[in-house]
């Protein structure tokens, strides 16, 4: 589920915050966005992310995890992300369009280098952003927030010591009014 966080980011990027240019001024709308340690900032531009899996807690693209608690648009990163065990080869990614909905799916295949199966219930997207402390403020730095949790409808078992191919797709069927 597509999260409120990257909602107000866009929005402010929209309208404004692209004219910034990058680096750390900027000025912070009045659209709250929460970073992964519960701290809320106010964005101001320049959204980054990756299709690259990560593997830390301080990293920006897609990650996997072993939660199952339903996603909302207020996660403000996964459940229990898994940081070893587990390589990934660069993603093939497909574009497209469902009417008026563009999505994008990455398609990954995972190795697992430990001697017991791992079981991948969530997957998440975490990107960077400039963002203020306070409405209105014109100092930014870059912060972790999650864009995306998805708990996946079946658990995906990678056995111990083989592979398995993750498809995760992101689709833009959010309103940012």
């Known amino acids: 589920m597509v999260t409120n966080w990257f909602k107000n980011i866009m929005s402010a990027v929209y309208f404004g915050g692209m004219l910034q240019g990058s680096g750390g001024s900027g000025y912070g709308y009045n659209k709250p966005v929460k970073d992964r340690s519960n701290t809320t900032y106010y964005p101001s531009h320049d959204p980054k992310t990756s299709t690259t899996m990560g593997f830390t807690t301080t990293t920006s693209g897609v990650i996997i995890g072993t939660g199952n608690t339903a996603a909302t648009d207020e996660d403000i990163d996964l459940e229990s992300q898994i940081t070893?065990?587990?390589?990934?080869?660069?993603?093939?990614?497909?574009?497209?369009?469902?009417?008026?909905?563009?999505?994008?799916?990455?398609?990954?295949?995972?190795?697992?280098?430990?001697?017991a199966d791992i079981v991948i219930k969530e997957v998440g997207l975490r990107g960077t952003a400039q963002l203020a402390s306070s409405a209105g403020a014109t100092s930014t730095s870059t912060k972790y927030v999650l864009f995306d949790r998805t708990v996946l409808s079946s658990p995906l078992t990678v056995p111990a010591g083989n592979s398995a191919a993750l498809e995760y797709t992101i689709e833009s069927d959010w309103d940012l009014s």
């Open 84 to 115: 070893s065990g587990i390589t990934a080869s660069s993603p093939v990614v497909t574009k497209g369009m469902n009417g008026t909905k563009c999505s994008i799916m990455l398609r990954y295949v995972l190795s697992n280098t430990t001697g």
